[in-house]
């Protein structure tokens, strides 16, 4: 019975969404629906995660159709913590947005469409079949569109129509290149199609539609040079949506490359020579952006582009041990990112303003409450005691054996570069002394039901500290899964138990 | 324009319409048709009656809010979904039939719910962005 193990982080939130669909009328208790849901989603990712430990893989053939006929889904040690990663995600929004996001939003269904980009999400990192991971997509941008939008602020609309398009051109760059390879191999189950595009004569054409899936999901993860839709659209929405999109979104962008590069194109020179040229590129942008960004989350934002860079080009080594640290870094990135852009929500409440020149006196308003949000930014820069840090002794360490010494030096840069900007919103928000004439907002986060906003960040830091103080358990897992995703036969005997690899 | 026809056919049309809407729905599971198209088809036989009749004639006459329709098909494709699940134990969505066709129907199995879920999602959602439309008008 592990069928219903695997289905439960898809179903469970299908079933919320149901559930607060039928109660429109009485949007009050959705906020409660969402918050237990989520803490229960937590615990069944979990469940899942101990069965994928335990047994190594969980495979469910819907319909009881075999594998490549059938669409499957496939729970391996990714899969798997990402799900769990998401949930954790997912429950400190859903505990955020409780607080945060005003009942006018609530009326027109906030928090059931939160629940269907739950859904999406999940299900795009347990599909085993690339057109399912296609309609997963699908979902993923109605639902954060409906959620960049809701609120109809004009510059919501103005960001959401970027993101919108990009996101949709995205699709259908993706939805070319499995056209392509249904019409050279008949095959859209993922293993099968590792099999089938092994045998292929056509390597040209080939690696021409690895280049068109790497264009799509490139767009989807924000990676240079398609990256401009992130920084013009995160911004916009309420913060609790921000830390949504900041922290998953373009993670399952990341996934998708991952999956698909690993499985369907293992090493190919041309292919990862670009994805390294382009994850450099993103550290370069993403790190220059954020150097001359006011806004504070907007800084934030251009970060997320300079560490999808990070990631990226760890795949992009083929290196068991460079991708174990990209795996790593993926992790402590979902926890911490959504971490930052809920602190950047608290610290809105109490400013008042965007700006980080017109900010101040943070420290001043919330002294012990500061070292709670200061981990999540200092966990960014990877000061060492907190989760950055680990990951990029990996990356570090496995691109100088490597040779990438341009991809180690981007690194080392978009560090320093990274913890400089983390050292200006320290000292801009937290430590300065409030410009005349702005009132900081104290009484309303310190005392009243604002107070809950701070739990869900303090949960994240939490995790975050605890990556960080006890990296051991969590480095094995990515070291588990960087041979796991190097070697595609465990994945392919797993979904496909009657064929035997030749 | 003269609306004297389109009542008097609309009433006549909107019987036929979701006759031919169910019709869609049962001979989907083999043959083109099934619960979006059907979906859509009921969908068409009420707006041409509220064209014809007014929106309040039509809402009066569905009775209750078509938002409902989706969470209620959404919860019946789960439901013929995780049938088996419970059941027999068998993978998420297999099929499950009656072991003798009925006479007009045809089989009867848990894909046949799924796709009534499907047409009443269908439906309810695309009532629901019509008339949402022409109230705001």
Redesign the interface.
């Known amino acids: 019975m592990s069928g219903p193990l695997i289905l439960q982080p898809v179903l469970f939130h299908l079933l919320l969404s149901v559930l607060m669909l039928f109660l429109w009328r009485q949007p009050r208790y959705h906020r409660g629906i969402s918050a237990v849901g989520s803490a229960l989603s937590t615990l069944f990712a979990l469940a899942l995660w101990y069965r994928v430990e335990a047994s190594g893989w969980v495979v469910l053939q819907a319909g009881q159709w075999p594998a490549p006929f059938g669409i499957s889904l496939v729970a391996d040690s990714f899969s798997a913590t990402l799900v769990v990663l998401a949930s954790v995600a997912g429950l400190a929004v859903s505990l955020y947005a409780g607080r945060a996001i005003g009942m006018a939003r609530v009326r027109f269904g906030f928090f059931p469409v939160f629940h269907f980009l739950m859904m999406g999400i999940n299900g795009a990192f347990l599909t085993g079949d690339i057109f399912n991971l296609y309609v997963w997509f699908e979902i993923l941008i109605i639902s954060s569109f409906v959620l960049l939008t809701l609120g109809g602020e004009k510059r919501q609309i103005q960001g959401g129509v970027k993101y919108f398009t990009l996101n949709v051109l995205a699709s259908v760059i993706f939805l070319t290149a499995i056209a392509v390879l249904y019409g050279l191999t008949g095959a859209l189950n993922m293993a099968d199609l590792a099999l089938k595009m092994d045998a292929l004569d056509n390597r040209t054409l080939v690696r021409i539609s690895g280049l068109v899936f790497l264009t799509g999901f490139g767009i989807k993860a924000a990676l240079f040079p398609l990256y401009f839709w992130l920084p013009a659209s995160y911004h916009t929405p309420p913060s609790a949506v921000s830390a949504l999109f900041a922290g998953l979104l373009t993670k399952v962008g990341v996934y998708a490359i991952f999956r698909i590069f690993t499985l369907l194109y293992p090493k190919d020179f041309f292919i990862d020579s670009l994805l390294l040229a382009l994850s450099v590129g993103s550290i370069v942008v993403g790190t220059l952006g954020a150097w001359r960004e006011d806004d504070l989350r907007r800084t934030f934002s251009w970060l997320i582009i300079a560490h999808i860079g990070f990631i990226l080009g760890a795949l992009a080594l083929r290196d068991a041990r460079t991708l174990s640290g990209g795996v790593f870094y993926l992790f402590h990135d979902i926890i911490v990112k959504t971490g930052l852009f809920l602190c950047a929500g608290v610290i809105l409440r109490i400013t008042g303003t965007a700006s980080i020149k017109a900010s101040g006196g943070v420290m001043e308003a919330l002294p012990r409450w500061s070292l709670v949000l200061a981990i999540p930014l200092f966990a960014l820069a990877g000061i060492p005691p907190l989760s950055g840090f680990w990951p990029k002794v990996s990356l570090l360490a496995g691109s100088a054996d490597q040779g990438a010494w341009v991809y180690a030096g981007a690194l080392l840069a978009g560090s320093l570069a990274t913890l400089w900007v983390t050292a200006r919103v320290w000292s801009g928000v937290f430590w300065k002394a409030p410009p005349s004439g702005m009132e900081v907002k104290e009484p309303l986060v310190t005392a009243g039901r604002d107070r809950a906003l701070l739990w869900p960040v303090l949960m994240l830091a939490l995790v975050s500290l605890g990556m960080g103080l006890f990296p051991e358990p969590v480095q094995s897992l990515a070291d588990r899964i960087s041979t796991g995703l190097m070697d595609r036969e465990g994945y392919i005997r797993a979904v496909l138990p009657t064929l035997s690899m030749q | 324009m003269n609306k004297l026809i389109l009542r008097t056919a609309s009433r006549y049309l909107l019987p036929l319409l979701l006759l031919f809407a169910v019709f869609i729905l049962l001979r989907g599971h083999y043959l083109p048709g099934g619960g979006f198209v059907g979906g859509l088809v009921a969908a068409i036989a009420f707006v041409l009656h509220a064209f014809a009749h007014g929106l309040r004639t039509t809402r009066h006459l569905l009775r209750i809010h078509p ?2 329709l ?3 098909g ?2 019946l494709a ?1 439901g013929s979904g ?1 049938l088996p ?1 419970l059941a027999r ?7 499950i039939w009656h072991p003798e066709p009925l006479a007009v129907i045809g089989g009867i199995g848990t894909p046949l719910f799924f796709d009534l879920g499907v047409f009443l999602v269908v439906i309810g959602a695309s009532l629901t962005i019509l008339f949402t439309i022409s109230e705001t008008r």
């Not at chain 2, 134990?89 to 099929?95: E, K, M, N, V």
């Open positions: 938002g409902y989706m969470p209620a959404l919860a789960i995780l699940v134990g068998r993978p998420f969505l297999t099929g």
